[in-house]
């Protein structure tokens, strides 16, 4: 899920503070370092919940598509 707010120039992000609370994790600057131990650690219990393999080598912006299709899967994501 994607979701864009549109502000001007002049308006501080943290005046909206869950308006760039999700982004495309294709666009995410870290999104290329090693996925964190808590998304480890949520992406291991959803590929167990769906009989799925756990790649712990995923980058943080792979985990967290992963465990959105996880997510879908299991029904943790309604």
């Known amino acids: 899920m994607c979701v864009t707010l549109h502000m001007t120039q002049t308006e501080n992000p943290k005046d909206h503070p869950t308006g760039n609370a999700e982004k495309d994790p294709d666009d995410w600057t870290t999104g290329d370092e090693p996925m964190t131990g ?41």
Do not use: M, N, P, V
Not at 48 to 60: C, Q, R, V, Y
């Open 38 to 78: 808590a998304k480890a650690s949520y992406l291991k219990t959803l590929s167990e919940e769906a009989h799925a393999e756990f790649d712990d080598s995923l980058t943080k912006a792979d985990a967290s598509k992963r465990i959105d299709e996880l997510q879908q899967e299991t029904g943790r994501g309604t």
